[in-house]
């Protein structure tokens, strides 16, 4: 079979399966449209079925309306910001402060912790991070109270903090140390 043969019936396919979903009454014809061709292009019934393997497990967990159980002797009920932390990112640490240029950065952003260091550099950099617009992420904090003091410090200088895990950032930016601005080039 050709490739585009194997595209037209991958949508052919495609269109029928979300297509038996509607109910009787509410079915409309729809034309289906080649809107891109690559060349080489493959079946993806695996991938059908990977999808329909996760609807499936996410449909039974659903079902299933189990709830959450928390002893009543538990003394941090009912759940605070301040028992979230300490936030802790594994994969990157303090370090020399440093800016990393990316292409497909449009807004820049800083990634800092809560030690002297990327503590420091904000402070030294609250004009030039208000000037350009950048968003700050906190990856480290050791307690609500120091983080919502940073929060407001950092508000009151015009610079806006998120406090979040760095893992996903660290991988996907390879990131190892911070106090980092990340801008486009």
Not at 7 to 16: I, K, M, R
Not at 145 to 172: C, F, I, R, S, Y
């Amino acid at each position: 079979m050709s490739n585009s043969t194997w595209l037209l019936v991958l949508c052919l396919g495609a269109s029928a399966a979300s297509f038996a979903d509607i109910p009787a009454g509410e079915k409309k014809h729809t034309e289906t449209k080649v809107i891109y061709e690559a060349g080489k292009t493959i079946n993806a019934t695996r991938y059908y079925s990977k999808i329909t393997l996760i609807e499936e497990k996410a449909e039974k967990n659903a079902s299933d309306k189990r709830t959450l159980s928390v002893p009543r002797n538990d003394t941090k009920l009912p759940i605070t910001m301040s028992s979230m932390f300490p936030i802790r990112t594994e994969n990157m640490g303090p370090g020399d402060p440093h800016t990393l240029e990316h292409k497909n950065i449009y807004i820049p952003f800083f990634i800092i912790g809560m030690d002297r260091g990327s503590i420091g550099w904000l402070q030294n950099n609250y004009k030039a991070l208000s000037n350009m617009k950048a968003n700050g992420i906190v990856v480290e904090a050791s307690s609500f109270t120091d983080w919502t003091e940073l929060k407001h410090e950092a508000l009151q200088n015009g610079v806006m903090l998120t406090l979040l895990p760095g893992d996903g950032l660290a991988d996907m930016y390879g990131i190892s140390t911070y106090p980092v601005l990340v801008r486009g080039n």
